[in-house]
Every structure is written in C-alpha cells, then in structure tokens.
C-alpha cells in the first residue's frame, strides 16, 4: 500500500516487483522465511500476484486531480490494496485447492480489520512523506 501512495505506480511497482523477484529466487522475504518459487505456485500464489499489482492500480487512482479529500484516497487505496489482493488471491486459493470459492473469499474477512489500518497508516505517511518527482496525495 505505502509503495502504491508514496512511490506512485511505477516506481510503487518496480519496488514490489524487486521484492517478489528475491522471494522467488529464494531469500527468506515473505511471511514465515518463506521463498522460492513453490511459494508462487502455491496455495498463496495468488496474493503475491495481487500485491504487484496494487502499487498500479493505487498509484493510479490517487493521483488523479478529483481526489482532493483523504477519505476518497483512502477508499481507493482500501480497495486496490485490500478487495483487489483478496479476490485475486481467493480465486487462485479456490483453483489451486479446490476450494469453493465463497469459501475461499470468506477466509479472508479475519484480515480486513488489520488491512484497513494498514491503509489508513499508509494514507497517513504518504500525507508527510515527500519523494521528488512523485505527485504527493
């Protein structure tokens, strides 16, 4: 999410994709130690593939010149970093374990709590944070 505000959707992406790039070729970045590319393959794949995404789609959308209030980028934000990693990542969970995909979807409701104050932080620091050459939301 902060790469997404902060860095924008370029440079927000880049950044996630370098990350994603030293799990899958094996340094323990991920959750747990995790790495490799089991990790990508597996049940989890799918947030992984959601969190590259994200800094794009947020980056995007709160840069746009009608979004003037905090809270309508912090909607944005709730919704690219949050509904978008979690549909993407509930669909792969469903196709990867055969998993029904309302259950799959439903797993995720215990995270929306922590997520949503990931995203009220992320908004908070991108209001004081200043990179040259990035429109500041």
């Not at 790039?21 to 597996?42: D, K, T």
């Not at 995270?111 to 995203?119: E, N, Q, V």
């Amino acid at each position: 999410m902060i790469a997404g505000v902060v860095l924008g959707p370029k440079r927000g992406s880049i950044s996630v994709g370098l990350f994603l790039l030293l799990a899958l070729i094996g340094f323990p970045v991920l959750s747990g130690g995790q790495a490799g590319p089991v990790v990508f393959a597996g049940s989890t794949g799918g947030y992984l593939i959601g969190w590259l995404l994200t800094p794009a789609l947020i980056g995007s959308t709160v840069s746009l010149k009608f979004m003037t209030h905090f809270w309508q980028k912090l909607l944005c934000t709730w919704i690219g970093a949050v509904l978008v990693v979690d549909v993407i990542g509930s669909l792969w969970l469903a196709v990867s374990t055969g998993m029904p995909l309302l259950s799959a979807l439903v797993s995720n409701i215990v995270f929306i709590p922590g997520d949503t104050l990931k995203a009220v932080v992320a908004c908070l620091v991108a209001q004081r944070v200043r990179v040259p050459g990035i429109k500041q939301i």
